[in-house]
């Protein structure tokens, strides 16, 4: 059973950044693609950012281009989202997903985190 533990989560004022972790415990055909997402008080979960171990051009929600940062380091099983310039409207539980395709679908995702509290106060 793959498992993904969210981490870096916090109170951060808005402008200032903040880098949220996801661990893997394994990599497989069916962790091809890994998202970012998040959901925010009273709205639908939402797609982030995605990356694909194995390479390419990562992808992003028009809202945070510019903005976060999506990487990965293989070594260590590990996907991060880098947050700068952070908003009130980035405020959000976010949550780390791992698929099999490339999609910002949510229930295109076969795997997911617990989820990482993001609050961004002004």
């Known amino acids: 059973q793959v498992q993904l533990v969210e981490s870096g989560g916090g109170l951060v004022q808005a402008g200032g950044s903040l880098k949220l972790s996801c661990a893997a415990s394994e990599r497989t055909f069916s962790t091809y693609f890994m998202g970012w997402f998040r959901q925010a008080p009273g709205k639908e979960r939402e797609f982030v950012a995605g990356i694909r171990w194995s390479g390419g051009s990562p992808s992003y929600t028009d809202s945070v281009k510019g903005r976060f940062t999506i990487s990965r380091d293989n070594a260590k099983n590990t996907v991060y989202l880098q947050m700068n310039s952070l908003k009130s409207e980035d405020t959000a539980v976010y949550y780390c997903?791992?698929?099999?395709?490339?999609?910002?679908?949510?229930?295109?995702?076969?795997?997911w985190g617990q989820g990482t509290q993001v609050t961004v106060s002004s």
């Open positions: 997903a791992a698929g099999s395709v490339v999609t910002s679908r949510d229930y295109e995702y076969t795997y």
